[in-house]
Nanobody, 120 residues
Framework: VQLQASGGGLVQAGGSLRLSCAAS????????MGWYRQAPGKQRELVAA???????NYADSVKGRFTISRDNAKKTVYLQMNSLKPEDTAVYYC???????????????WGQGTLVTVSS
């Protein structure tokens, strides 16, 4: 199983970016999916998460600016980021709780990270 993230880049403050993360491989079911970020010198933090049923939660710092969504048929999670601020600069990682077989328990998978840089 692999998670492939894309969509990062350099943007000016106030701009927008859309991150995507697609899961591939032998997958029985994907439960929760989410996005985390890690800024230089800081711990990794949860940005947003979404359940298989579509319930979402967000870090207070991104509420009203970021929107997480998913396409279960495409096994893909998205993060639409609007009104970006310099403090949003970080490496963004996607995460998914995946069951690869009906006989296996859920495991935690991570994407490779995509850099988002917001200039002031």
């Amino acid at each position: 199983v692999q998670l492939q993230a894309s969509g990062g880049g350099l943007v000016q403050a106030g701009g927008s970016l859309r991150l995507s993360c697609a899961a591939s491989g032998s997958i029985f079911r994907i439960n929760d999916m989410g996005w985390y970020r890690q800024a230089p010198g800081k711990q990794r933090e949860l940005v947003a998460a979404i359940t298989s049923g579509g319930s979402t939660n967000y870090a207070d710092s991104v509420k009203g600016r970021f929107t997480i969504s998913r396409d279960n048929a495409k096994k893909t999670v998205y993060l639409q980021m609007n009104s970006l601020k310099p403090e949003d600069t970080a490496v963004y990682y996607c995460n998914a709780d995946i069951i690869i077989s009906v006989l296996r328990k859920q495991d935690d998978y991570w994407g490779q990270g995509t850099l988002v840089t917001v200039s002031s």
